[in-house]
């Protein structure tokens, strides 16, 4: 019967970035009565779902950039000999139940998936087009919600933000008492999930003496620098290892 399994077959090699989207989620957000034009507590469980990807899903993904209900993870090394179908379903399904848990939602959750095979300098480049895909998404998001808030029903408010220069978007929400470029950096620039090794201090009580170690944690970023800048392309050369 194997044989007849479509796809099962096709493999890639390291490194590939697999990037999550959310399935319907502008009506799970209503289930959830999300508040808009951001949620914290939603922004927060998407950063703990990164975070269970890259400790505890057995994928192990190098990284993973986070913004909206969109999740992108890079692997430098592949699990299930590198079984495209197999890495795309253990991934979306990993995420919906972690996201379940995290929202402790009675709704059901899902989440689609799909392999990029990258270089570690395209990676770069690919990350720097989805921070710039979350600053449209946060300028969107504010406009949306402002137009809404005038009385505007959804539609009407996206037909008319559709093709609004960047300069009129950022004057409608100054007009509103909102800069943009203030609004706190995890909306603007999404979140970034990785290792990092740190030095812990210790004691040996058998040659009583302080002792040093090296320790993996999971670090939540939500401060980071802006991609197109110097610091942010040599902020993702180390993270891609170029």
Known sequence: MENRELFAAITTVPPVIVRLDGRAFHRFAKVLNLKKP?????????????????????????????????????????PFSGRVEKIDSVAASF???????????????AFDARVIPVTPDYAVEY??????????????????????????????????LK????????????????????????????ILVYRKEKIVTGYNPVKNEKVTARRSAVVIDRDLPLFTSHKGREFLKKMVGT
């Open 95 to 109: 995420a919906a139940s972690a996201l379940t848990l995290a929202l402790k939602s009675e709704e059901p959750v």
């Open 163 to 190: 093709g609004m220069p960047s300069k009129a978007l950022h004057d409608l929400m100054h007009k509103r008492g909102v800069n943009l470029a203030k609004t706190p950096a995890w909306q603007r620039r999404g």
């Open 127 to 160: 990350l720097v087009s989805r921070q710039d895909e979350a600053w449209r998404n946060h300028i969107n998001a504010y406009c949306q919600q402002a137009l809404v808030a005038d009385g505007m029903k959804m539609r009407q408010a996206a037909a008319k």
């Open 38 to 78: 951001f949620d914290n507590r939603f922004s927060d469980a998407m950063a703990d779902v990164c975070r269970d990807l890259v400790a505890k899903s057995g994928l192990s993904p190098a990284f993973a950039y986070t913004f909206s209900d969109e999740i992108s993870l890079y692997l430098e090394k592949l």
